[in-house]
């Protein structure tokens, strides 16, 4: 048995996405912006997809821009916030201290230009009040940015009435839901959302495309010049095979949200009230307010490393975290913000599963995993020194 369980990192591409997507690589496969009929053919396609990822979401076609994914999405939505901020005195940037790399990286090269960033803590279940927001902004903000739902630890935020509070306050409200779209239902005009980062292949879509939503009147600035696409806010010759299948994606989700979440609930509450039993470990994140396929816990006296060696051996394909820092020895930034000790984000485990899992794979992982800890611990001196009194326990 094989059970993938890393849809948090990748969705496998599904039948639909695929099949909106051969006809533009072999028949309509002109260029959108020629004007022959060819490449009007491939625009009008172009067209229509913008319109059935709007529709998704909630707002204009023109208020969506295609971009490479999630990461280029909140590099922009970032950088234009604070260069048109900058303009009316406005350097204050607000974020949170678990957000994805996209948006920290991003803003740590904005400290370096000269803007004052402001990240908040969050609570160990992983949550932003809107309280701690509306106490952070000051009048020299110019962006505040919370993403939907960590990636790590699945934890949903407030997200519509953080909107409210920047919406009042006269700050523009950017949130990365890169892992929420296609899996929580959304509508960016009723959440007061002003620009919004997504990536098809969270969602089954291809790789390599995603959206930056931005409400009509957000000032773009664009990172790639050179054509006109895009309204002027990202060159490049659109990737039309992509692009379809990110929309024929998107659409499929979105109409099955109300079934994957029951489905993906009643596996991901089994999975967590099984894997609490395993002695000395936690679960990461809010019990109800995450996620409907995720699962993330620590568990103490052993390397995340080794789990996921052994799992992967017993046929689950598993993370420790954010496949983007994988290649990474150090802790979960994610975790260290929560509060979790170094010793104890070492040890973390993120199971995240989609629509294709079945309880029969849920069984399995409850079965499997708990063996596989028990065996690591059994060979873990620290688990020794923690046994026989040497070490306090952190996990009680």
Same mark, same amino acid.
């Given at each position: 048995?094989?059970?993938?369980?890393d849809?948090?990192?990748?969705?496998?591409t599904?039948r639909?996405? @695929?099949d909106?997507? =051969?006809? *533009?690589?072999?028949q309509?496969?002109?260029?959108?912006?020629?004007? !022959?009929?060819?490449?009007?053919?491939?625009? /009008?396609a172009?067209?229509?997809?913008?319109?059935?990822?709007?529709?998704? =979401?909630?707002?204009?076609?023109?208020? %969506?821009?295609?971009?490479?994914?999630?990461?280029?999405?909140?590099n922009?939505?970032?950088?234009?916030a604070?260069?048109?901020?900058?303009k009316?005195?406005?350097?204050?940037? %607000?974020?949170?201290?678990?957000?994805?790399?996209?948006?920290?990286?991003?803003?740590?090269?904005?400290?370096?230009?000269?803007?004052?960033?402001?990240?908040?803590?969050?609570?160990?279940?992983?949550?932003v009040?809107? /309280?701690?927001?509306?106490?952070?902004?000051?009048?020299?903000?110019?962006l505040?940015?919370?993403?939907?739902?960590?990636?790590?630890?699945?934890?949903?935020?407030p997200?519509?009435? @953080?909107?409210?509070?920047?919406?009042?306050?006269?700050?523009?409200? !950017?949130?990365?839901a890169?892992?929420?779209?296609g899996?929580?239902?959304?509508?960016?005009?009723?959440?007061?959302?002003?620009?919004?980062?997504? +990536?098809?292949?969270?969602?089954?879509?291809?790789?390599?495309?995603?959206?930056? *939503?931005?409400?009509?009147?957000v000032?773009?600035r664009?990172? %790639?010049?050179?054509?006109?696409?895009?309204?002027?806010?990202r060159?490049g010759?659109?990737?039309?095979?992509?692009?379809?299948?990110?929309?024929?994606?998107?659409? /499929?989700?979105?109409?099955?949200?109300?079934?994957?979440?029951? !489905?993906?609930?009643?596996?991901?509450?089994k999975?967590?009230?099984?894997?609490?039993?395993?002695? !000395? +470990?936690?679960?990461?994140?809010?019990?109800?307010?995450?996620?409907p396929?995720?699962?993330?816990?620590?568990?103490?006296?052993?390397?995340?490393?080794?789990?996921?060696l052994?799992l992967?051996?017993?046929?689950?394909?598993?993370?420790?975290?954010?496949?983007?820092?994988?290649?990474? =020895?150090?802790?979960?930034?994610?975790?260290?913000? @929560?509060?979790?000790?170094?010793?104890?984000?070492?040890?973390s485990?993120?199971?995240?599963?989609?629509?294709?899992?079945?309880?029969?794979?849920?069984?399995?992982?409850?079965?499997?995993?708990?063996?596989?800890?028990? *065996?690591?611990?059994?060979?873990?001196?620290?688990?020794?020194?923690?046994? /026989?009194?040497?070490?306090?326990?952190?996990?009680?």
């Open positions: 048995m094989q059970i993938y369980a849809n948090a990192a990748t969705t496998k599904s639909t996405a @695929i909106a997507m =051969l006809p *533009y690589m072999d309509i496969y002109g260029n959108p912006s020629s004007l !022959h009929s060819v490449g009007q053919a491939a625009n /009008e172009l067209t229509k997809a913008r319109q059935e990822i709007a529709d998704c =979401l909630g707002c204009e076609a023109r208020e %969506i821009y295609i971009t490479s994914g999630g990461s280029e999405a909140d922009q939505a970032l950088r234009s604070a260069y048109f901020g900058a009316k005195g406005k350097k204050h940037l %607000i974020s949170t201290a678990f957000e994805h790399h996209a948006i920290l990286h991003t803003l740590d090269q904005l400290k370096e230009e000269g803007f004052e960033v402001t990240l908040l803590d969050v609570h160990e279940n992983g949550y009040t809107p /309280e701690e927001v509306a106490a952070a902004i000051r009048e020299d903000t110019a505040v940015s919370v993403m939907f739902a960590n990636n790590e630890i699945g934890s949903v935020q997200i519509a009435e @953080i909107g409210a509070v920047c919406r009042e306050k006269g700050v523009l409200f !950017h949130t990365d890169v892992q929420a779209v899996h929580i239902a959304m509508q960016v005009k009723a959440m007061n959302i002003d620009m919004l980062s997504l +990536s098809a292949h969270k969602f089954h879509g291809p790789k390599g495309v995603g959206v930056l *939503y931005a409400r009509r009147g000032p773009l664009s990172l %790639i010049n050179g054509g006109a696409q895009e309204r002027g806010k060159a010759t659109e990737n039309m095979p992509a692009i379809m299948g990110m929309a024929a994606a998107l659409k /499929e989700a979105c109409a099955n949200i109300p079934k994957n979440t029951e !489905h993906l609930t009643a596996m991901r509450d999975l967590i009230q099984g894997l609490s039993k395993i002695p !000395h +470990s936690v679960l990461n994140g809010d019990p109800v307010k995450r996620l396929g995720n699962v993330h816990f620590c568990f103490e006296g052993i390397e995340g490393e080794s789990l996921l052994l992967d051996a017993k046929g689950i394909c598993a993370s420790s975290g954010s496949a983007c820092t994988s290649g990474s =020895l150090d802790p979960s930034h994610v975790l260290l913000a @929560i509060g979790r000790p170094h010793e104890i984000a070492h040890g485990l993120r199971l995240s599963l989609s629509e294709e899992n079945t309880m029969e794979e849920v069984d399995y992982m409850i079965e499997t995993i708990p063996q596989v800890v028990e *065996y690591l611990r059994n060979m873990s001196p620290v688990w020794r020194d923690l046994q /026989e009194g040497r070490r306090t326990y952190v996990i009680q």
